[in-house]
């Protein structure tokens, strides 16, 4: 048993700072989408660049809601406040979404 909860355990700390890895742009691939957003930044998550952002419907991809964008350039973080309305663009493809084209109004 404790030998089964020490493996549990290991595996749990991988996963976790696998998660906490910061992507770099060039990880995420080409965009096989493009869409417009329209958001207010509730929160900044600065240790992995996530921008929690409440969206008004994002095409045919996303209706209105709260969620979690990664911004993977440090440049276009870097202009998200909080409380701030933003336009920007959403990139999709298979396995990943991401904001780039940051501007704040």
Same mark, same amino acid.
């Given at each position: +048993? /404790?030998? $089964? $909860?020490?493996?549990? !355990?290991? &595996?749990?700390?991988?996963?976790?700072?696998?998660?906490?890895?910061?992507?770099?742009?060039?990880? *995420?691939?080409?965009?096989?989408?493009?869409?417009?957003? %329209?958001? $207010? /930044?509730? %929160?900044? %998550?600065? @240790? @992995? %660049? =996530?921008? !929690? =952002?409440?969206?008004?419907? =994002?095409?045919?991809?996303? @209706?209105? +809601?709260? +969620?979690?964008?990664? !911004?993977?350039?440090?440049?276009?973080?870097?202009?998200?406040?909080?409380?701030?309305? =933003? $336009?920007?663009? /959403?990139?999709?493809?298979?396995?990943? *979404?991401? &904001?780039?084209? !940051?501007? /704040?109004?």
């Amino acid at each position: +048993m /404790v030998q $089964r $909860r020490a493996w549990l !355990v290991a &595996l749990a700390a991988l996963a976790w700072s696998c998660a906490k890895k910061q992507r770099n742009p060039a990880d *995420y691939g080409q965009a096989q989408k493009t869409y417009p957003l %329209r958001g $207010r /930044v509730l %929160r900044l %998550r600065p @240790d @992995d %660049r =996530i921008a !929690v =952002i409440e969206h008004e419907k =994002i095409g045919d991809w996303m @209706d209105a +809601m709260t +969620m979690e964008f990664p !911004v993977p350039s440090p440049e276009e973080f870097g202009k998200l406040k909080e409380r701030s309305t =933003i $336009r920007a663009t /959403v990139n999709v493809n298979d396995m990943y *979404y991401w &904001l780039t084209a !940051v501007s /704040v109004e």
